[in-house]
Every structure is written in C-alpha cells, then in structure tokens.
C-alpha cells in the first residue's frame, strides 16, 4: 500500500475511536511534557548560570601579577612554582605585549586605591576600583539605581549602597550630585630632585638612581549610580570596593599604587606598574594558551578554568537526571500505546481479516498499526513539546513573579531549544514506534479465515 | 462441443485440523477441476468442508496435503506475499456477513482493493463508480454500510469484489444473511456479471434450489469429502 494511502487509513482509524486514541496520545503528551519542561529546566539553568558567569568575566579571564609581587610573611612559594625566570614589572609594556596574544580580547590594568571622599561636609575614607567599560554588560549593574557611567572616560562615580548611607540616608538622592575625592599622585621627580636623588643614592651606596614623588590631589566627580550589590567581585576578583570610577579616568589619576614602593626598591620606578592586569580571551577554551603564553613572558596567572570544567559536569549529571525523571513519564505513555493498540487489534480482527482477504500483506497490515502508533506518537509529541513549554513559560513566570517579590530582577530559567524540541517529538514517535512492534507483529500474524470467523 | 480449459485444479487436497491430542479432516482428499468461464456451486451441510475447501481456493488458508492449481501455480507452494498478490489480483470475494468496514462509506468500502494493488487515484474513481453502477448502488456511494439494507450491503460487497476485476469470482454463502428475494436478486446479478464479463464464480451454499437455479455444476460435499462432482450444464 502507497505510503499516502496508509497514513490515510490510518488517521481514519485513529478518529474512530477518537476517545481512546485521544487519552493514549494526551498519555505520550503528557510523557514528552514532562521530559521537555525537565530538560528545559536544566538547559534553561545551565544557560542562565553560563550568561551569568560569562558576563560576570571569571570564566573567560586570566588574572596577571607580578612575580616579584609580595607574598604573605608566612606564606611560602608555591612547591609547584615554575623555576624562577626573570622577574618582569607588570607595566603597560606588558599589558601591549598581551594585548597581542591570539584570542586576546580585552587587557585591563587593576586600579584599586585607598581615598578620602568628602560629600556635603562629611569625609569618608573608602576603597576605589576603576572599572573597563565592558563590565557595563557583565549583568552586575542589573537592578542598578541610576545608570552606568556614560562614557569610559567620564568623571562619574557609582556608589556601594552601604557606602552611600554613610554620606546620605537617602542614597539614591545623592545620584546627580558630586563628590570630592582625596587621593595621592604618583609623580616624576623634577630635574633637580632626581639629582638630589642620585646623590642621595651615591652617599647610600645603593647604586640605583631614579624615585617617585606622591602629591595629594582632589577631583570631582558626579554620582551617576548606586548599586546594592559589590559588582567588582566578579571584575577583579578581589572585592570589597565601593566606590566605581570608569577606568580610563581611573588610570588619568595616577594614584600611586603599592607596586610603586616596590618598584622603588628594586630600583625600577621609572615607569609606572600595576598590581595585578585582568586578560579577557574570546571564550574559556583559550583561558588555558593564554594563560601558558603569559606565564612564557615571566609573570605568575590565575584563572578559574577548573571551576569551568566541574560546573559542566554538575550540569551534565543534572541534565542526566531531569532527562531519567522526564522519560519515566513517557515510558509509562508507551505502555498505555501498547495497551491500546493490543485491544485495538482484538476489536479489529475481523476488519484485520477483511483487509487480508482483499489482498493486504502482512506488511500492509504491520505498516498500518506501525502508522497509528507513529500518529499518536507524532501528535502526542508535538502537544508535548507545546505543553512543556508552557510548563516551563509557567515556572519562568512564577519565578520572575518571585524574584520581583524580593527586588530581583526576574530570569528565564526554562528554555526550549529547537533541538530539544525537536527530538522531544522525533523521541514521542520512536518510542511511540517501538510500543507498537509488538502489537504491529501480532496484528500481521493473523490468520486471515480465523479473523474472518471471528465476531 | 469441446470443454473450456481447466482453470483452477484441486488435487488430493486436504485439510487438518488439530485441537488438542485429536485430528480433525475438514477436507479429505478432495480432487476437483473448474473450467475457465464456470459456476460452480460447492454443496453440503454445514461442516462438510465446502468453505474450508473454499477457503484454499481463494489463497485463505493452505492446504495440509494436495496441491490446487490456479494457472498454473501451485497456491500450496506460494510465499505469504505471493498469496496476498493472487488474492489481490486474481481473486474477488464475497462473504455472507457481507465484511464491509462499518466505518467506512461505501464507495470507500469498494476503493480499498485498489488502494491495496496501488492503483493510481484518477483510475480509482473511474473504477469505483463502475462497480457501484453495475451493482445499482451508483446514488448509495457516500452511504454507510449501516445505512443500507442487507441485500444492499451484500451488493456493496459484489462491488468491491469485482472492482480488481478478477479472474476467479469467490462467495461464501451469499445469500445466507439474505431473504429469499434478495438471495436470488443477488445470484441473479452475480450470474449477469458472470456472464458478461466472464469470470468464473465458485459459489458455497447449502441451499440446493438456488444451486440448481444458478450454478452450471454442483459439486456435493460431506465430511470433508467430494461426494459428487456433478454434470456441466
């Protein structure tokens, strides 16, 4: 029989007895939902949680720092520290030679210093951090009172709400209003001074030329923001600033840094240095050549590839489960197909023998339960997939309704993509299809005169 | 007058059944031969074997011994497929419950055959409309079988049957679920048909009168075994 006129048939036998069939395919669409709106919910979040940490910048970057940076009094190296190389300052010669690394995207020197910042008479001492213009999309100013700065060199600030309180009790007011703040500038030494300098060393028998001046300075600046949570955790690494200048102007401050006593010491002051460079790569597969490359040019990285790695483990193992639980529904779907389909062929066992009569194949006979089954299993997966996405558009909703309940901004955690959707039904009909061999094969093994004599 | 060539021969067929420890011999030995062009009419009581023998002829069932001969194959011999194809292509049949599928209109009823032989949709109507026409069911096409009468249904049944224009017409008591004026107004038409397109019609019945009246030879059956084989009229 032509494949047209089976489906035909088939569909036809499917509306007669509408009800039965009805049940049996809202069984598999119930089956495929719950397997749909669990893998949706599993894919939803892991999506959720890789935007987030993508954005967030820890998964695709490589903190840098000096090895001649201090460690900790009672802090020895590292056993599987790399044999020493020559120690390299953290300058911005370094930071032009990893702008030029393959996969590098973004080079960003860390600007964090100590300030006084004066607002309406009051004087507050505060840690500041300077911050590249792409945090701006790293989702950590989400929910943000105010705005994000609104250039990368503007003289704005954002305040960290606990910081705010302590110049205003109403934080958000302070936004459009400026604020002084006190800082120390790193200077060259003039002329003369560098010749008192040299002297200097020449009586010390030091034997290194060169120093730094500090000058105390003031700049102005307007608040444009305050934001509950600390944004610079997920930016630096570090934490524990509040207050946010964008970074060019940060770095236009010259605010000396603790690496420059450093350099002082070790005689290499002649250019400014950084604490620590964050280097952004195009995605986490380049963290690890990166990081290697960088580790080539003498300095000591950090990144949090390993953590990468087991998140999609955990996520793999979640998707594992919610799949398991999904697919016990759509097993007990199949059984309710089979039992159909078996008290289909008693009722249709004289029509089984009417069809053979008129000269219908084993095949033909096979091929039209098989085509019932892969209908119901087509018809229960396609409702399937749009019930689970309503399940999942369900929790989303509730969610959000959540979140919004607490001043959280709402998140899309069911997501459907067309592969699950897609495999949601072609999985319906497979199943749907192997429930109906055995029906199909008892059906086509009929003998047609004992069909015939039955009633 | 020379006799028409031997269109369908049954030799030494026979037929066993088993239940349980015991045998039983539907048909037992039975050798028959059917002309080309012939109404045979299998006669017997009930459980003599007629529609078991029938059955065989029509490649429904096969035989346990014996061989029956169609053109020249052996039905005994044929694969499932190949059975299905002589019933499809060679074979029409009509039942005394009539077999048409409930759900289905009537000229749905007389299309399924040539879905079956996958006959292409623009000769299917042609041909539906034919059969019906022929059986005078042309206005009760879009009919269910429960909307129609029994003589109805089993003229509905001699459409589809005829609608493959086989070679070898087959009816199980047709007249069996029928009164006696449909009984005879249907052996009336198949006889017409027979005759016009000259098929050759093996008929079971139990009802002498109507054997007599309409068949060119009766063959009388009882317990399996070929009584008579009667003379060609």
């Known amino acids: 029989m032509k494949t047209r006129d089976l489906s035909e048939l088939a569909v036809r036998n499917l509306r007669e007895a509408v009800l039965r069939n009805s049940l049996t395919t809202l069984g598999v669409a119930v089956g495929v939902a719950s397997l749909v709106a669990m893998l949706s919910l599993g894919v939803g979040l892991q999506t959720l949680a890789s935007q987030r940490l993508s954005r967030s910048g820890l998964f695709d970057a490589v903190f840098v720092t000096s090895q001649r940076n201090f460690r900790g009094p009672r802090q020895p190296p590292p056993p599987d520290a790399a044999p020493k190389r020559e120690s390299r300052p953290l300058d911005d010669d370094a930071r032009i030679q990893f702008s030029k690394l393959p996969n590098v995207t973004e080079v960003y020197p860390q600007i964090r210093f100590v300030t006084d910042v004066r607002y309406a008479g009051k004087s507050e001492s505060t840690s500041v951090l300077g911050l590249p213009d792409s945090s701006r999309s790293s989702g950590a100013f989400d929910g943000m009172k105010g705005a994000f700065f609104s250039s990368p060199t503007a003289d704005e600030a954002i305040l960290q709400i606990d910081f705010a309180k302590l110049l205003s009790?109403?934080?958000?007011?302070?936004?459009?209003?400026?604020?002084?703040?006190?800082?120390?500038?790193?200077?060259?030494?003039?002329?003369?001074?560098?010749?008192?300098?040299?002297?200097?060393?020449?009586?010390?028998?030091?034997?290194?030329?060169?120093?730094?001046?500090?000058?105390?300075?003031?700049?102005?600046?307007?608040?444009v923001g305050v934001i509950e949570s600390d944004p610079s955790a997920g930016i630096g690494g570090f934490g524990g600033a509040r207050v946010y200048l964008p970074l060019k102007t940060a770095e236009q401050l010259h605010v000396a840094q603790p690496d420059d006593l450093q350099a002082f010491l070790s005689g290499n002051s002649a250019k400014p240095s950084y604490m620590a460079m964050t280097v952004r790569v195009r995605s986490p597969k380049d963290v690890l050549q990166v990081e290697e490359a960088i580790k080539q040019l003498g300095f000591a990285t950090f990144s949090?590839?390993?953590?990468?790695?087991?998140?999609?483990?955990?996520?793999?193992?979640?998707?594992?489960?919610?799949?398991?639980?999904?697919?016990?529904?759509?097993?007990?779907?199949?059984?309710?197909?089979?039992?159909?389909?078996?008290?289909?062929?008693?009722?249709?066992?004289?029509?089984?023998?009417?069809?053979?009569?008129?000269?219908?194949?084993?095949r033909d006979v096979r091929s039209l339960?098989?085509?019932?089954?892969?209908?119901?299993?087509?018809?229960?997966?396609?409702?399937?997939?749009?019930?689970?996405?309503?399940?999942?558009?369900?929790?989303?909703?509730?969610?959000?309704?959540y979140l919004h309940r607490q001043n959280l901004p709402g998140v899309k955690i069911s997501y459907i993509p067309w592969w699950l959707a897609l495999g949601g039904i072609a999985f319906a009909i497979i199943v749907s299809l192997v429930a109906g061999l055995y029906p199909a094969s008892r059906a086509a093994r009929l003998n047609p005169v004992d069909a015939l004599r039955y009633e | 007058?020379?006799?028409?060539?031997?269109?369908?021969?049954?030799?030494?067929?026979?037929?066993?059944?088993?239940?349980?420890?015991?045998?039983?011999?539907?048909?037992?030995?039975?050798?028959?031969?059917?002309?080309?062009?012939?109404?045979?009419?299998?006669?017997?009581?009930?459980?003599?074997?007629?529609?078991?023998?029938?059955?065989?002829?029509?490649?429904?069932?096969?035989?346990?011994?014996?061989?029956?001969?169609?053109?020249?194959?052996?039905?005994?011999?044929?694969?499932?497929?190949?059975?299905?194809?002589?019933?499809?292509?060679?074979v029409g049949m009509v039942f005394q419950s009539f077999n048409l599928l409930p759900r289905m209109t009537l000229e749905e009823n007389v299309e399924l055959p040539l879905r079956l032989a996958e006959v292409n949709?623009?000769?299917?109507?042609?041909?539906?409309?034919?059969?019906?026409?022929?059986?005078?069911?042309?206005?009760?096409?879009?009919?269910?079988?429960?909307?129609?009468?029994g003589g109805e249904q089993q003229r509905g049944a001699l459409a589809r049957a005829l609608v493959n224009r086989p070679a070898i017409l087959f009816a199980d008591e047709p007249t069996g679920n029928l009164d006696s004026v449909n009984g005879e107004q249907i052996l009336l038409l198949l006889r017409e048909i027979q005759d016009s397109l000259g098929m050759t019609v093996i008929m079971v019945t139990h009802e002498r009168p109507l054997a007599e009246k309409f068949a060119n030879r009766i063959a009388l059956l009882s317990d399996g075994r070929l009584l008579s084989d009667g003379a060609r009229r």
Request: proline share 3%; no cysteine; charged share 25%.
């Open chain 1, 169 to 223: 009790d109403q934080p958000p007011s302070l936004i459009g209003k400026e604020l002084t703040l006190r800082y120390a500038e790193r200077g060259a030494l003039s002329k003369a001074a560098d010749d008192d300098e040299a002297l200097l060393d020449s009586m010390m028998g030091s034997g290194k030329p060169g120093g730094i001046s500090i000058i105390p300075r003031e700049k102005t600046l307007r608040v």
């Open chain 1, 304 to 362: 949090l590839l390993d953590a990468t790695k087991s998140l999609r483990l955990v996520f793999t193992v979640f998707d594992l489960f919610l799949g398991l639980f999904g697919s016990l529904a759509l097993t007990v779907a199949s059984l309710g197909i089979i039992n159909t389909l078996v008290m289909a062929i008693l009722e249709r066992r004289r029509e089984i023998g009417i069809l053979k009569a008129l000269g219908a194949t084993d």
């Open chain 1, 369 to 401: 339960f098989f085509a019932e089954a892969g209908a119901m299993g087509l018809f229960g997966g396609f409702f399937g997939v749009a019930l689970g996405w309503l399940i999942g558009s369900a929790l989303t909703w509730g969610t959000t309704i």
């Open chain 2, 1 to 90: 007058m020379p006799s028409a060539p031997v269109f369908i021969q049954a030799e030494s067929v026979s037929r066993e059944y088993r239940l349980g420890e015991s045998v039983i011999r539907a048909v037992d030995a039975v050798s028959l031969s059917v002309e080309k062009g012939e109404f045979l009419a299998l006669l017997g009581s009930s459980g003599s074997g007629k529609s078991t023998l029938l059955s065989m002829m029509a490649g429904l069932d096969r035989p346990t011994s014996g061989a029956i001969r169609v053109q020249d194959r052996n039905l005994a011999e044929l694969d499932k497929e190949e059975l299905a194809r002589y019933r499809r292509e060679t």
């Open chain 2, 121 to 149: 949709r623009a000769d299917r109507e042609s041909r539906v409309g034919e059969a019906l026409q022929r059986v005078g069911l042309g206005p009760r096409r879009r009919h269910r079988p429960s909307e129609l009468s």
